[in-house]
């Protein structure tokens, strides 16, 4: 029987590609061949942690597409939103994204993996993968703590008990204690 082959597409962003890497990391560990598609700039944030997984007899790897900075308008080398300078230079990623797909289809063409999981903001990835045959599965990087914790502050409102931004508050009915201060809400 051939080994499962899953694919991770995670946005070039940290809160999103950490967390796609800890998920592509438990499928290698759980036995399957893990690659995580990224751009040339980005790979950096992951090779270490692919190459520590290797090392331990997993299999993963990574492979990158050319962002398509200049043609949507952005400065060449500008592969992250932690990139991004300015508010105007948000529309002009986002359509850089877009332009992913074709380069995603041709290393879905070339590899024929089992499963891709992409990134909420590629929904036109879910096309991609059903143009080969391929599972496509919707990475969603909201954390259920944030969830949790921002309902609850809703609910309850326990920074309006605290007199200055910087005074702790517990966020109340969580399964542990958990202290943040006004300055640290959105």
């Known amino acids: 029987m051939a080994q499962l082959h899953v ?25 399957v061949k893990s ?51 300015s508010d105007d230079m948000s529309p002009n990623f986002v359509k850089a994204t877009v332009l992913l797909q074709d380069p995603l289809e041709r290393i879905l063409d070339e590899v024929r993996p089992d499963c891709l999981v992409a990134d909420m903001f590629f929904p036109w990835a879910t096309e991609a993968a059903a143009k080969f045959g391929i599972r496509r599965l919707v990475f969603h990087g909201t954390s259920f703590f944030a969830l949790c914790a921002t309902e609850n502050m809703r609910l309850y409102k326990p920074q309006r008990q605290v007199s200055s931004d910087d005074e702790p508050f517990f966020v109340p009915d969580l399964p542990h204690q958990i202290k943040l201060t006004k300055m640290q809400l959105p």
């Not at 995670?10 to 036995?31: E, N, S």
């Open 7 to 31: 694919v991770f597409f995670p946005l070039m962003a940290p809160g999103h590609m950490i967390p796609t890497l800890d998920v592509a990391k438990l499928f290698a560990t759980r036995g």
């Open 35 to 85: 690659t995580i598609i990224t751009t040339p700039l980005n790979a950096r944030y992951f090779t270490k942690s692919v190459e520590r997984t290797n090392q331990l007899g997993f299999q993963m790897g990574i492979l990158t597409v050319d962002f398509p900075a200049a043609a949507a308008g952005l400065p060449e080398g500008c592969e992250n939103l932690d990139q991004i300078t």
